[in-house]
C-alpha cells in the first residue's frame, strides 16, 4: 500500500505570494490533517478534514485555507506569504477520525521557504 | 485547550535504558499517543495508552496516569537508530503533540 504522498517536497516563494501544496492520503483514508513543523515548536495543528468537511481548526490566521475532494485527497492553501511561514507541512493521514487508537500516518512533508 | 511539556534533549549512552517524560494540560483528552521522527523524516507512530497503565512494543514502552496527568516513554537497549525525536501527542477533537524531545544515543 503506498504511503503519504505530498507534493512538491520542496518550494521556494516570495513574500505577498500564495503557495498550493498538495496531499494524497493512504488508499481508504478518509482524515487527512495539516501540520506546520518549526525548529523548537514541534507539531502545530493547522486543520482536520474527514469527508470533505473541515472538522477542527488550529490557532492559525485566515491566510492558511484547505479543502478536501471526494477522493479523500486534500490541498492546503497560505496567501500572502509572510517570512515566518517558512517551514516544513506535515500532511497525516488515518482511516478515521478518533484519535491515538487511529494513528497518524505522515507523509515528508513540504519544505517551504519564504524569502 | 491542550498543552503537552516534555524535555527539549535527552543524551544516553548505547545498551542504555532512558525514559522521555510527557505532563500534560487538558480537558477530556482520548489517551497519549507517541510518534518517532528521525532527521529529514516523517513523524512516525510508536505507542498508544489509552487507559492507564504500561503498554510494551518490543524495546519500547509506554506508560499513562490520568490521575497525575503525565506519561512517558521507556526505550530500552538504546541503538544508535535510536537517536531521533520523540513527540506526546493528545487527542481531542484533533490530535495535539509536545514539542518533541531529540534523544542522542552515544556510543
Known amino acids: 500500500k503506498a504511503g503519504v504522498t505530498q507534493t512538491p517536497r520542496y518550494l521556494i516563494k516570495t513574500r505577498g505570494q500564495q503557495v498550493t501544496l498538495s496531499c494524497s492520503p493512504i488508499?481508504?483514508?478518509?482524515?487527512v490533517s495539516w501540520y506546520q513543523q518549526t525548529p523548537g515548536q514541534g507539531l502545530q495543528f493547522l486543520f482536520e478534514?474527514?469527508?470533505?468537511?473541515?472538522?477542527n481548526k488550529g490557532n492559525f490566521p485566515g491566510r492558511f485555507s484547505g479543502r478536501q475532494f471526494s477522493n479523500s485527497r486534500s490541498e492546503m492553501n497560505v496567501s500572502t506569504l509572510e517570512l515566518g511561514d517558512s517551514a516544513l507541512y506535515l500532511c497525516?493521514?488515518?482511516?478515521?477520525?478518533?484519535?491515538?487508537?487511529?494513528?497518524?500516518?505522515f507523509g515528508n512533508g513540504t519544505r517551504l521557504t519564504v524569502t | 485547550g491542550q498543552s503537552l511539556e516534555q524535555p527539549s534533549e535527552v543524551t544516553a549512552v548505547e545498551g542504555a535504558i532512558v525514559q522521555i517524560n510527557c505532563t500534560y494540560q487538558?480537558?477530556?483528552?482520548?489517551?497519549l499517543s507517541w510518534y518517532q521522527q528521525h532527521d529529514g523524516g516523517a513523524p512516525t507512530f510508536l505507542s498508544y495508552?489509552?487507559?492507564?497503565g504500561l503498554e510494551e512494543t518490543g524495546r519500547f514502552s509506554s506508560f499513562l496516569s490520568r490521575s497525575d496527568s503525565y506519561g512517558y516513554l521507556l526505550l530500552q537497549e538504546l541503538q544508535m537508530k535510536d537517536s531521533a525525536s520523540y513527540f506526546c501527542?493528545?487527542?481531542?477533537?484533533?490530535?495535539?503533540f509536545g514539542a518533541g524531545t531529540r534523544l542522542t544515543v552515544k556510543p
Open positions: 495508552n489509552a487507559l492507564d
Open positions: 488508499s481508504g483514508h478518509r482524515s
Open positions: 478534514y474527514f469527508s470533505e468537511t473541515q472538522r
Open positions: 497525516a493521514s488515518s482511516p478515521s477520525r478518533g484519535g491515538g487508537h487511529s494513528p497518524l500516518h
Open positions: 487538558t480537558s477530556g483528552f482520548y489517551g
Open positions: 501527542a493528545a487527542y481531542n477533537n484533533d490530535m495535539r
